[in-house]
């Protein structure tokens, strides 16, 4: 398969996930991370922040967790700014929501967090292109003690009531678990056309579109050769790939085809599964 590069402006769309309680995991999105309720029918709930869907929440009342499988390791909010990010830090504080960590990734500052299901969740804010550090012309990353203290300077002066997320926010990234670096490194950047951007040791690898520091990190942290997670699991159903053109959908999906991968067409777009069966959804 001829090398192919993914159309500079891709953007991610929005991520489904399985949960085992609904109305519990909509107070959550809603009240802690200050997501908007656009529409909750038929036992899915779908969240955006004043534009189009980021999450969609699907119930399933005898999901289970399950550990040591491909899937979600977490999905990244990006906010627009370091305002809106002390903000968030400010919500969970008052909520007394768990906190599972923080970091500044020298691209960006990030805060990490479980939703009651476990399902990981990054809540971030991206340094300007310019400020990116570059080692032999590569952005380079970290992940370095976040400044706790200089992000809430940033709400000095500041009395403003939570208002919920800027309606700028959008789904930055994707993390997820796979069973081999060098098969998803194919699928991912072969496949869907993603340019590899950096790796952290034998272990991850990030890939983006356009330049970005990364639209998609993957990872063998749950075990190298983990199973895909079965259908009855807590966490990722699939998340959204938009290209600009439906000939770049058609394209893509044939690729998947000739590389031996499933492919169902739904009224959205097509829905490829990579070979941990990590669900992608193509659409415009």
Known sequence: MTNHSIDPNMTLGHVALTVSNLDRSIEFYREVLGFQVRDNTAGAAHLGAGGEDIVVLHENPRARRVRGTSGLYHFAVLVPSRVELAKSLKRLAETHWPVQGFADHLVSEAIYLPDPDGNGIEIYRDRPRSEWPRLDGQIRMATDPLDLDGVMAELD????????????????????????????????????????????????????????HHHLGLNTWAGAGAPPQPPDAIGLRYFTIKLPQSSEVGATADRVRESGGSIEERAEGMLVRDPFRNGVLLTI
Do not use: C, K
Not at 184 to 208: C, E, H, K, P, Q
């Open 157 to 212: 002066g500041r009395d403003e009531a939570w208002a919920g997320l800027h309606p700028q926010t959008v789904l930055g990234h994707m993390h997820l678990h796979v069973g081999n670096l060098p098969q998803a490194n194919a699928f991912y950047g072969d496949v869907i056309g993603l340019d590899l951007i950096t790796r952290f040791g034998n272990s991850a690898l990030f890939m983006s579109a356009g330049g970005y």
